[in-house]
């Protein structure tokens, strides 16, 4: 009832500040009736209007079947246009192929591809689930001559489905909100496999009439639920069953009962739940130097910022835990050498995060808008939960340092920003990124940089109770004399543990004549804080290095037949507990067509592959994925048909993905059961298709 009324609360306010702008648009514009002979270039310079067909707002005629729609993200001005696209069936999931996943989607997933956490200050420690959260920085900012509403619909076998919806339309010129939805839920193929996540998101952007003052209000909630089952006891049972029997199979956790079937039970009794709240309002008031443009029998004023306070306010709740409501003693004991006594087994982290943040931006070039220098300072509040009453806050106060500047003619961009905590438990931590970028027209692009992080371990690792290990009894952590350390059962060596640092050199080249895109990724890391088996963490005081390099490339085959290749290699140099595939690598031969005008066909082939290597296995108890050395995982190419159609603004995407289980031997027959491993226990499943749309609508 408490998070119901917040909730109220916060849409009440929302529709009060809309009302409030509109209603202000309304009688301020009354007065200015010569505002829509005014428009801007690119670099936010006014000019004078010749023809409103290039006016993003212009008013429609309401017959007219089109629109113009653009979005930025959130702290970027580049603009992007609407996808629509329909020659990757991807696309509309989730998951990226870079990524894989414990064998159903929506469970805990990891990037094939050595990307360490860049970022500094607090960090509660849980990631598995991150790519299926909604985040500040994947908010966008639309602007759209017509209200639009995107719908998307996907199912699968086993009853999987995914939903999602997006709504924005622009109130007048100023104001601009954005409502979306997103839920992804399968009962999987396995038995405790069944999955629940859903997100989110509300946005309202306004700027007032003179100019001088904006805001920005966010609410973003995440609900990751995923069951655990610690994946199959015996890898030989899966050779005598079908797609129709691998719900029999023994797994290594969720007792009888535990796990639902169904699409419409949403209860997790065995495994992750992952959720987190959060509220972002920014607003800022400009100072800067009026100016005017005289058009055929008028005077616009205008409004050039040179001085801008900006104040941010963020409070955020997290809740991470893992629970067995019907833990089996026997099962824990044996693969996990856990003593599991309570009629529950339950580790539980909650934290909640307040930030306020003041920022004062400088623009030296009036006619340059993309052209700042930013200073920040705030004070973030914590407070953590770790259950059995014990509690504690922390104080951090940090401050920041930002300089953007793309060049008028747009063929340099600048960015160099710092980050560093002054005073606090996280004292020292700093982050520092400085990019530099270069566009020639119709030659491509290049950019190149570097970034450097010192920061505290996640506090999932702080778990030493003076100077010792932490112990259990009955499935609770004891208490001893420790005030500040995580509810989940991590066990360290006792010692004291460095700040990691980790350096990152970076390029990206881009050819579009040649349609070819190749990146470059250099990391060098000390102290890595990393998880060596279900329950134990450790800290690697040594020094490694890992060089990546990605290519994607398109190729026209013929009129209709294109070849779309992607591939990265990655080495590791050091003694660095990190094991990931030298190559992974995705092909995708496709035929397109335009048939009817309106019709648009996209069908093919999809084929990923990914050396055989020694993956990561994953504990549900913490919630982490984990190095292994001992288990190699080495698979077929992943392989898959799509068909896939456009017609006007509708979507279908079709696809009956793992082909390369297909098996025949002459005990067993036929059968699509030759299955992939992505971690140790944890297998895939036999041929499985999926099909949805996505529906444009324009009102």
């Known amino acids: 009832m408490k998070v119901a009324r917040v909730i109220t609360y916060i849409l009440l306010l929302v529709v009060f500040l809309i009302g409030g702008i509109k209603a202000s648009a309304q009688v301020v514009g009354s007065g200015n009736a010569n505002a829509a002979e005014v428009t801007y270039d690119n670099q936010g310079r006014p000019i004078k209007k010749t023809d409103q067909s290039g006016d993003t707002l212009k008013h429609r005629d309401g017959s ?20 629509s696209s329909i020659n990757d069936f991807n696309k509309i999931s989730p998951l990226p192929f870079t990524y894989t996943d414990l064998g159903n989607m929506g469970t805990p997933a990891r990037s094939l591809l050595f990307a360490p956490r860049m970022t500094t200050g607090w960090d509660a420690g849980f990631h598995s689930m991150d790519v299926f959260r909604w985040t500040l920085e994947g908010t966008r900012y639309f602007t759209s001559t017509r209200p639009y509403t995107s719908l998307g619909y996907e199912m699968g076998a086993n009853s999987e489905q995914w939903i999602d919806i997006l709504h924005t339309q622009n109130r007048n010129s100023r104001v601009n909100f954005a409502i979306e939805f997103r839920l992804t839920n399968s009962p999987g193929a396995y038995k405790n496999q069944n999955t629940n996540n859903s997100n989110v998101r509300f946005n309202v952007a306004s700027q007032s009439k003179n100019k001088r003052y904006s805001y920005n209000l966010i609410f973003i909630n995440n609900a990751m639920n995923a069951s655990a089952n610690g994946g199959i006891v015996d890898d030989e049972s899966l050779t005598s069953n079908g797609l129709s029997g691998l719900n029999s199979i023994s797994t290594r956790l969720g007792g009888s009962g535990s796990g639902s079937r169904s699409p419409f039970n949403t209860s997790i009794s065995t495994g992750n739940k992952f959720s987190d709240r959060n509220i972002y309002f920014r607003h800022s008031f400009d100072f800067g130097q009026k100016d005017s443009i005289v058009g055929d029998s008028t005077v616009t004023m205008l409004f050039y910022p040179r001085l801008r306070i ?10 991470y835990q893992y629970i067995d409501a019907n833990p089996v003693a026997a099962d824990y004991l044996n693969y996990y050498d856990y003593l599991a006594t309570n009629d529950t087994v339950r580790f539980q982290d909650k ?10 931006y400088m623009y030296p070039d009036k006619k340059n808008q993309w052209q700042y220098l930013k200073l920040d300072g705030g004070l973030q509040a914590l407070k953590g939960n770790f259950g059995n009453g014990f509690s504690r806050n922390f104080n951090n106060i940090y401050v ?28 020292g931590n700093y982050s520092a990124f400085v990019s530099l970028k270069r566009n020639v027209q119709n030659v491509g692009s290049l950019e190149v940089g570097v970034q450097n992080v010192n920061r505290t371990p996640s506090f999932i690792y702080n778990t030493t109770v003076n100077g010792g290990n932490l112990s259990f009894t009955n499935g609770v952590a004891d208490a001893g004399s420790y005030t500040a350390k995580s509810n989940f059962p991590v066990l360290t060596d006792g010692s004291d543990w460095g700040k990691e640092n980790i350096t990152k050199i970076f390029g990206h080249l881009y050819i579009p004549k040649l349609k070819l895109d190749l990146t470059g990724n250099y990391f060098f890391y000390t102290n890595y804080t990393y998880f060596n088996n279900f329950f134990s963490a450790a800290q690697s005081s040594g020094a490694f290095n890992v060089l990546q390099i990605g290519a994607e490339k398109e190729t026209s085959l013929s009129k209709h037949f294109k070849w779309y290749f992607e591939v990265y290699v990655q080495t590791k140099a050091g003694n660095g507990p990190v094991n990931v595939p030298t190559v992974l690598m995705r092909n995708r ?3 397109e067509a335009n048939f009817f005008k309106n019709l648009f066909l996209a069908t093919g082939i999809e084929a990923r592959y990914f050396t055989p290597y020694k993956a990561d296995n994953y504990s549900p108890f913490t919630g982490q994925f984990f190095y292994q050395n001992d288990v190699q995982i080495s698979n077929r190419p992943d392989i898959s048909y799509y068909v896939n159609f456009r017609i006007t603004r509708f979507r279908f995407f079709g696809q009956v993905s793992n082909l390369n289980t297909m098996n025949y031997s002459k005990s067993a027959g036929f059968g699509f059961n030759k299955y992939n491993f992505y971690a140790p226990n944890y297998s895939g499943t036999g041929t499985w298709i999926r099909f949805g749309f996505k529906w444009m609508f324009i009102n």
């Open 64 to 83: 007219e079947d089109s629109i113009t729609i653009s979005f930025r993200y959130y702290d970027s001005s580049h603009l992007h246009k609407m996808d």
């Open 351 to 360: 934290w909640t995060e307040f930030n306020n943040m003041l920022a004062v």
């Open 310 to 319: 900006e104040h941010l306010l963020q409070y955020s709740g997290y809740n």
């Open 589 to 591: 031969i496709g035929y």
């Open 400 to 427: 920041g340092a930002e300089y953007r500047n793309r060049t008028k003619n747009q063929k340099w961009e600048l960015e160099a920003l710092g980050k560093l905590y002054v005073t606090g438990t996280y004292v």
